[in-house]
């Protein structure tokens, strides 16, 4: 018996993929005309035309007892939110398995990118980083695929300084883009603390994402590092993304006993700041079907009065 080609088993399951997200968004976006409906009637304010105008769902609206019943509109803007949660690529694994993401760089990186993928390595417990060499994308996917890694992410670099970061969810997506500022290492930072660094599972805190596009951020973030048992001992580090103004700071802290009864947070890095430039689904294969879901362009930023996270 032959045995099948691997891509072909990939494509075939990148296309029952794409197949039910493309069911998952026309159910959602019925629900989602249903729960506005329901909240006109409840509060007499107006429907928009598109729904006003719809037979079929007025028709099918009678029957339907699939939502509550909710006399207030931001409980229906609440039940939306739920019933919108498409982000179902994390949905098999969130919580059950212990992600494993894949840490790499550019080709050739600089001794400096080298030290900040270590230190990378560091920062999330049950990741796994190899040396780039002459790989190239398709076939470091390939490997992750095989080994069944969460996660791919690549650190990028110009002149020997770190300046992006790519986060690519396996095996269908989403992949988000950052670019790195103010990156400091180590031994960069001062007064840090020094020696061994742990590797306990993080207490993770996300501060200031507000948005829709930012609990998307959240939700990328978040599934590369291992979640915490609520019941489980007190870790003994926090890694704290704070989004302000659209730049996510992002700090690495332990804690430091200072006493009988007291403890410290101690910086031990390493220290960076993110912005969000692009969000695509599909991973970083050049065929991957991905669509554009978010990107900075040049007249995002004309209004500084506005944040999208």
Do not use: C
């Amino acid at each position: 018996m032959r045995s099948q080609n691997p891509q072909r088993r990939q494509d075939r399951e990148r296309r029952d993929y794409l197949y039910r997200k493309a069911l998952l968004l026309r159910d959602a976006s019925i629900a989602e005309k249903r729960a506005k409906l329901r909240a006109s009637l409840a509060s007499g304010k107006p429907l928009d035309p598109s729904i006003a105008n719809d037979k079929t769902l007025r028709e099918d609206f009678k029957y339907d007892e699939s939502l509550p019943s909710s006399s207030k509109l931001g409980d229906a803007n609440s039940k939306d939110s739920d019933l919108l949660d498409l982000d179902d690529e994390y949905v098999l694994t969130s919580g059950i398995v212990d992600p494993r993401p894949l840490i790499t760089t550019s080709r050739s990186p600089s001794a400096r990118l080298s030290t900040f993928a270590k230190e990378m390595r560091l920062l999330i417990p049950t990741s796994i980083r190899i040396n780039r060499g002459n790989l190239v994308i398709s076939d470091l996917l390939a490997s992750a695929k095989a080994s069944a890694l969460s996660d791919m992410i690549i650190l990028h670099e110009h002149r020997g300084t770190p300046t992006a970061i790519t986060i690519s969810h396996l095996p269908h997506g989403p992949t988000a883009s950052f670019s790195l500022h103010n990156v400091m290492l180590r031994a960069d930072i001062p007064n840090s603390a020094r020696g061994t660094v742990s590797e306990s599972y993080p207490h993770l805190i996300f501060e200031g994402f507000t948005t829709k596009l930012g609990a998307r951020v959240v939700k990328i973030l978040k599934h590369i590092f291992p979640p915490r048992e609520a019941n489980g001992k007190l870790g003994s580090r926090v890694v704290t993304f704070e989004n302000i103004e659209d730049s996510i700071e992002v700090r690495h802290h332990v804690f430091v006993k200072t006493g009988y009864q007291s403890v410290e947070l101690a910086e031990v890095g390493p220290r960076m700041t993110m912005r969000l430039f692009q969000i695509r689904g599909g991973t970083l294969e050049k065929d991957s079907g991905g669509e554009l879901e978010w990107a900075l362009s040049q007249y995002t930023r004309t209004s500084r009065k506005k944040d999208y996270l």
